[in-house]
């Protein structure tokens, strides 16, 4: 690894103090900050697009982001002699956002707001009109069709698992939720509301999750300010709906502490201290957490591996998702 990282960065004008590996590729300390060298398999389309939008995001006012750094060709991204390609980005020594720290939590749901704005008003050339986010009911409406089709599948199997059998035994009350979901979305008349959201330049994260968000902290704590935290990996960035990340964001925070109603109304809070949330965002939002996307992750996971060899995690993952029904639906009332 040494060696072919020594060969992308004599690409590039940089002096490197130290290196040292980290998730997913390597920390560079330079005479230029601190960088991340890692593989690359976006196109340089894709790369020229994300560049333009982090360009924007920065004069906006959000500065803390993974700018790609330009090599003596002044291309985004970098080959070695036998292909692979590398990109070097800015980067930030600072940590992953705990979710279980109800401080780290709130603050990355500013950090959000704050990030939202910035990605408001995107222009970008009309090429990067294909950088739009899915229509959020052809992705409700596919992943409904795939819970139906193991439910048939399961239904005729024999010598069922102990899995297979927990599965379909509750697997009729959860299609019921994503039905209703999907018909929920269709009253927002969402299919609209996307082209005036790419019209206005609303760009998405498209992956906002904790490891995605660095926090600078002390002692454990936050240091505070918001130049104390960064997100990083914009490659699912997108044209579409900004709610769309602050779901994502709330589920997961929301699954790791046991669907909370007072840490649920705290985040939106904490969102909305910076940017309010239109009716509309909010019923969107409501219908993307009452869908079960942690039941069809269980359902597309167990039917795209060996049916003969299942992880006890499967079973772990859906006692877990059951045994937190209660608490959800009882977030989603007081919610709604």
Request: proline share 1%.
């Amino acid at each position: 690894m040494e060696d072919r990282s020594n060969e992308i960065i004599s690409q590039y004008d940089l002096k490197v103090c130290r290196s040292y590996r980290a998730r997913g590729g390597m920390v560079l300390e330079t005479d230029q900050g601190l960088k991340f060298l890692s593989p690359c398999r976006a196109s340089e389309r894709r790369l020229e697009f994300e560049d333009a939008l982090k360009q924007q995001i920065q004069e906006h006012g959000y500065r803390n982001i993974d700018r790609g750094l330009r090599n003596m060709e002044q291309k985004l991204v970098s080959s070695n002699s036998i292909g692979e390609r590398y990109c070097i980005r800015d980067w930030f020594g600072f940590e992953e956002c705990s979710l279980r720290q109800e401080e780290s939590v709130l603050a990355a749901a500013e950090n959000l707001a704050r990030l939202h704005l910035a990605m408001s008003g995107i222009k970008l050339p009309e090429d990067s009109a294909s950088f739009v986010e899915e229509k959020l009911l052809c992705t409700l409406e596919r992943r409904n069709r795939e819970l139906k089709r193991v439910q048939s599948f399961l239904g005729r199997r024999k010598n069922k698992t102990p899995f297979e059998v927990r599965y379909l035994n509750c697997c009729g009350a959860f299609y019921e939720e994503a039905v209703r979901a999907a018909e929920a979305l269709k009253e927002l008349k969402t299919e609209e509301w996307l082209e005036q959201s790419i019209a206005c330049g609303h760009v998405m994260h498209g992956s906002y999750t904790y490891h995605n968000i660095l926090t600078e902290t002390c002692g454990g704590r936050l240091s505070g300010g918001a130049g104390r935290i960064a997100t990083v990996n914009f490659d699912r960035a997108a044209f579409g709906f900004q709610a769309s990340d602050l779901y994502q964001y709330m589920r997961k925070v929301m699954e790791k502490n046991g669907w909370q109603h007072a840490l649920g109304q705290k985040l939106l809070a904490a969102y909305e201290k910076v940017r309010a949330l239109s009716g509309r965002e909010r019923q969107l939002l409501f219908v993307l957490l009452s869908y079960p996307e942690k039941f069809w992750k269980v359902t597309n996971y167990y039917y795209n591996s060996r049916k003969s060899l299942i992880p006890q995690k499967n079973m772990d993952k859906l006692e877990m998702l059951l045994a937190q029904q209660v608490q959800k639906a009882e977030f989603l009332r007081r919610l709604k």
